[in-house]
């Protein structure tokens, strides 16, 4: 059974630029979340989807978007991007119910320059 | 708000020990935590997950615990091994599923 599989792994992007970052969820799972994780805050919460629909939102700001697709691959989007967006963005992914294991992907390492 | 944290931030072990690491979080509503590993410049990998209504987890050579009165969860790896070496992060689960408050991680280095 396929994993998370996310693209692109590695990016460079200048400031002001967007970006967007996309994730396939192992086969049949319907909840994708994203995390930035950076050195100093560690693991952050950005949003969840789960059948298409936002059902949770981290606290960052409205530059930071997301989409799920209605085969659940999921995508974000990171506009104007700052150089404080360097980070290394996770998606995980699982059936979306309760008491089951959250999977993680290897992660989109973005550089902002 | 969940908050979780682990103590300590670094622990180095020659080969062979028992490895101890801990995770507390302040809201005991939890439904449930799991821990993961991190290699470096990887992605996250699933150790164990406990459900809110368990004691304990095992699997091959790890084991964890979880206390949701003292809000503790204690990771146990026995007879480390260099191939332990990694960051293993806690991280607790409320009633939205894919959404997890996670602790800063305790990196681990074994000796040969």
């Known amino acids: 059974k396929a994993g998370v599989t996310q693209t692109p792994r590695y990016l460079i992007k200048t400031r002001g630029q967007q970006v967007t970052l996309s994730c396939s969820p192992i086969?049949?799972?319907?909840?994708v979340s994203w995390y930035q994780q950076t050195p100093g805050q560690g693991l952050q919460f950005l949003f969840e989807?789960?059948?298409?629909?936002?059902?949770n939102k981290g606290n960052f700001p409205g530059r930071f978007s997301g989409r799920q697709f209605s085969n659940s691959r999921s995508e974000m989007n990171v506009s104007t991007l700052e150089l404080g967006d360097s980070a290394l963005y996770l998606c995980?992914?699982?059936?979306?119910?309760?008491?089951?294991?959250?999977?993680f992907g290897e992660g989109s390492w973005l550089t902002v320059v | 708000k969940q908050e979780v944290t682990q103590i300590p931030a670094a622990l180095s072990v020659p080969e062979g020990e028992n490895l101890v690491l801990n995770c507390s979080f302040t809201?005991?509503?939890?439904?449930?935590l799991q821990w993961f590993r991190q290699d470096p410049g990887k992605g996250l990998t699933s150790l164990l997950l406990?459900?809110?209504?368990?004691r304990e987890q095992t699997s091959g050579r790890l084991n964890a615990s979880l206390d949701k009165s003292s809000g503790r969860s204690t990771l146990y790896i026995a007879a480390s091994q260099p191939g332990d070496s990694a960051t293993y992060l806690c991280?607790?689960?409320?009633?939205?599923?894919?959404?997890?408050?996670f602790g800063a991680g305790t990196q681990v280095v074994v000796t040969p």
């Open positions: 086969s049949g799972h319907r909840s």
């Open positions: 989807y789960f059948s298409e629909t936002q059902r």
């Open positions: 809201d005991s509503a939890i439904y449930n």
């Open positions: 995980a992914s699982s059936p979306g119910t309760a008491g089951n294991t959250i999977y």
């Open positions: 406990i459900q809110s209504s368990q």
């Open positions: 991280a607790g689960g409320g009633d939205s599923w894919g959404k997890l408050q």
